[in-house]
């Protein structure tokens, strides 16, 4: 079974919805047989790349709340972060482009690292006092190579714009074509979609209700089952 989630660098509940499913997904039972793979979600896609504010001041340009409301909220965050076991800065974050982000993380996915490398661009965003943001591409080198991800790679993909550009804007679309309007946004086995970070549980009925549901593939066959077929150790040899 396949879960595609969804998610936004910058989205904080993406960070604390990642750390819910998770745990949902740890104690299911056939955790093993289900494939989680992330896809892109750009909250802000028309932010220029050297546009760097600091959070309070995009959320009370963004949503007309006072700076007073917006502090509020960051550290309701910080609250919900810290029930899930993750750390989080309620002063000082700022806010920018992800396009370089999620590019790099079509390129983590090819090489099996894309969970780690978005764990350590969450971690950096939302409880590190380093900027994912102002430091550019050199931040996101270091963060890659942590990651696990060849530099050579990491230094060609940053190096060039059109680089995943492609993969991203696929996910992006497919997103607006099964109506996910915000992020997180989880959909199960392409039949089930999960919207929010959701508590635990809700996850857990949802992983449960997808496997249920989820059918193999029912072989038709002749009744002794031998009809001739081709496999990696080669055909079936016709008797006379």
């Known amino acids: 079974m396949r879960v595609e989630i969804w998610s936004d660098i910058a989205c904080p509940w993406c960070y604390v919805g990642k750390a819910r499913f998770e745990k949902a997904l740890a104690g299911f039972a056939h ?27 995009m959320l009370t340009r963004k949503y007309g709340m006072s ?29 920018g482009n992800t396009f370089d982000m999620h590019r790099l993380l079509h390129l983590a996915r090819e090489h099996g690292r894309q969970s780690e490398l978005l764990d350590a661009l969450y971690r950096a965003n939302f409880a590190e006092e380093r900027s994912v943001f102002a430091e550019g591409d050199e ?62 549980e809700v996850f857990a009925q949802a992983l449960a209700q997808a496997w249920d549901e989820h059918t193999p593939l029912t072989l038709l066959q002749d009744g002794d089952g031998g009809a001739d077929a081709c496999g990696p150790e080669g055909c079936a040899v016709p008797q006379a």
């Open 67 to 95: 700076e007073a409301q917006a502090q509020a909220g960051e550290d309701n965050l910080g609250a919900q972060a810290a029930a899930e076991g993750l750390d989080y800065l309620t002063r000082g974050r700022d806010h």
């Open 31 to 57: 955790r093993d047989r289900v494939e989680v793979v992330h896809r892109s979600f750009e909250l802000d896609p028309h932010r220029a790349k050297d546009d760097v504010q600091p959070v309070l001041a």
């Open 139 to 200: 931040r996101l080198e270091e963060l890659a190579i942590a990651a696990g991800l060849d530099a050579g790679e990491v230094r060609r993909v940053l190096a060039d714009p059109d680089a995943y550009a492609d993969e991203v804007r696929t996910d992006e679309r497919e997103a607006a074509r099964l109506g996910a309007t915000g992020v997180p946004f989880f959909v199960l086995d392409r039949k089930y979609g999960v919207s929010g970070a959701q508590p635990a």
